[in-house]
């Protein structure tokens, strides 16, 4: 069994930068490809990215290339998500996820072998 929980999130204004933590409990965290997902009120889940067991690749929404970036360090059992350039659209609930598939496969599922409960981003103009 695998916990994982989010921190970093907080109200951030328009341009700024936030980096999100998502620690995972148990021996097997670099078994797992990590991702990160958001969702906004009235909104459906919209993938962010993802990275790849040994850190080696990554993959992101387009809406999010260029500004935020993804990494993990598995000896401490954490995937983060640096987050620059901030904009109001990007409010939203920021969840991490843990699956066995391929990193590039993440986006496209829509259950996933372990979830945080994620952490609340607001962007202030």
């Known amino acids: 069994q695998v916990q994982l929980v989010e921190s970093g999130g907080g109200l951030v204004q328009a341009g700024g930068s936030l980096r999100l933590s998502c620690t995972a409990s148990g021996r097997t965290f670099d078994s797992y490809a990590m991702g990160w997902f958001r969702q906004a009120p009235g909104k459906e889940r919209e993938f962010v990215a993802a990275i790849s067991r040994s850190a080696g690749s990554t993959h992101y929404a387009d809406s999010v290339k260029g500004r935020f970036t993804i990494s993990r360090d598995n000896a401490k059992n954490t995937v983060y998500l640096q987050m620059a350039s901030l904009q109001l659209e990007d409010t939203a609930v920021y969840y991490c996820?843990?699956?066995?598939?391929?990193?590039?496969?993440?986006?496209?599922?829509?259950?996933?072998?372990?979830r945080g409960q994620g952490t609340q981003v607001t962007v202030s103009s």
């Open positions: 996820v843990a699956d066995s598939a391929a990193y590039w496969r993440l986006g496209g599922k829509n259950e996933f072998a372990y």
